[in-house]
């Protein structure tokens, strides 16, 4: 539900980029964006053309990564992947585990082309 | 090589980087400029130059939500500088927050200063609710924003906090999705689940559950009505959340309240 708001931050920041930099176009953008982040890819993919028309920049491509779920075991050392939300070591089943992984909502990077 | 994007840079190329550091970032912009040469292609046997346009990888590593991040801090040593400890509230429409911060209001009242701040789309009428229990009310409506934002939430201190104030109450939009990626500087999220909601609530809804302090299970007096395990929601919500501190207890009734009133005095 808040897709809009995330594609607009998303734009304003790569807005800010082009305001510094009037040289440069922005050609595509790559975002990470973690499964627990509560950002549903499908929302932004459909939100980011419609708030990019509204902005000052040109069409670009949106690029998303998802980042999976990942876990630190406190008891075994062990890392991994969470796949059904049930925060569990894989290896040694403890639920003493740190998430260190799933929650991003960040700006990987961008390609810019220069005039 | 450069370790943030593996480009064979060759030395003395412009070659930045930004990343994220709670709350700062430094600029990290990678440059290939071709030092004034153009790219020579041979074409077969009619051989042409021509200038490509440059395509440059700039490594960002910045949170999409920084400037709300930016703001949230700025809340949060704003109150931690006034010692008030703020308390962000979480849950669908309708799972009792504001029930829950009736009663909370008036078993604290005249004994700790309360103030709130109380999120809708539209309407006073949870602000209604909640006056004249002691404690400054303010509402905020955010129209069609199904969350409340750092800057909102900045935007109401002045008329709402006391000088002694030492406990805020933010209540946010009823979702149990958007409000859990929004910061707003509080010192912790609770989220609420309501019996009738059911027990996997939390499995549905992890980011909000994982990223909460304390789980409140709220209209406990409804189970006897319902086909509803506690000990299954319980499970739930420890297994999204190994750590969390869980309150079971109806505003309607008062059963429970006084071990959620224990936990908030310890808190000051």
């Given at each position: 539900m808040h897709e809009l708001s995330i594609a607009e931050a998303v734009i304003k920041q790569l807005e800010n980029y082009a305001g510094t930099h009037p040289e440069c176009t922005v050609k595509k953008v790559t975002l990470e964006v973690g499964?627990?982040?509560?950002?549903?890819r499908s929302a932004l993919e459909f939100a980011f053309p419609l708030a990019l028309e509204v902005s000052s920049l040109k069409k670009l491509e949106l690029e998303i990564i998802t980042v999976p779920v990942s876990v630190d075991c406190l008891d075994c050392r062990a890392k991994s992947t969470v796949?059904?939300?049930?925060?569990?070591?894989?290896?040694?089943?403890?639920?003493h585990v740190k998430i260190c992984s799933g929650r991003e909502l960040k700006i990987k990077s961008m390609e810019i082309e220069e005039a | 090589m450069c370790k943030n994007c593996g480009c064979d840079a060759p030395k003395g190329n412009k070659h930045e980087h930004r990343h994220d550091h709670e709350g700062h970032y430094h600029a990290h912009e990678h440059h290939h400029d071709h030092a004034g040469h153009e790219h020579q292609h041979d074409h077969g046997d009619q051989p042409h130059g021509h200038q490509h346009p440059e395509t440059t990888h700039v490594e960002m590593e910045m949170n999409i939500l920084s400037e709300n991040d930016r703001i949230a801090a700025e809340n949060r040593a704003m109150l931690k500088g006034r010692g008030i400890v703020a308390i962000n509230l979480i849950s669908s429409p309708g799972s009792g927050k504001t029930a829950l911060l009736e009663k909370t209001l008036d078993m604290l009242k005249g004994d700790v200063p309360c103030a709130v701040i109380v999120g809708d789309q539209r309407s006073d009428e949870d602000a209604k609710r909640l006056r004249g229990r002691g404690a400054p009310v303010t509402q905020i409506e955010t129209d069609d924003s199904c969350h409340l934002n750092a800057g909102q939430v900045a935007q109401a201190f002045e008329k709402t906090l006391e000088p002694d104030t030492k406990l805020l109450f933010i209540e946010n939009?009823?979702?149990?999705?958007?409000?859990?990626?929004?910061?707003?500087?509080?010192?912790f999220k609770v989220a609420l689940l309501s019996?009738?909601?059911?027990?996997?609530k939390p499995l549905k809804y992890p980011s909000l559950f994982n990223t909460a302090r304390a789980v409140i299970i709220t209209k406990i007096d409804l189970c006897p009505y319902l086909d509803w395990d506690i000990e299954k929601c319980r499970q739930y919500v420890r297994g999204v959340n190994p750590g969390v501190l869980v309150f079971e207890l109806s505003s309607r009734s008062g059963k429970g309240m006084d071990s959620w009133i224990s936990y908030l005095k310890t808190l000051l």
């Open positions: 499964v627990i982040s509560g950002i549903d796949e059904k939300f049930m925060l569990k070591c894989a290896s040694c089943l403890s639920t | 939009v009823g979702n149990l999705v958007c409000p859990a990626a929004f910061d707003l500087g509080e010192d019996s009738p909601e059911g027990e996997d």
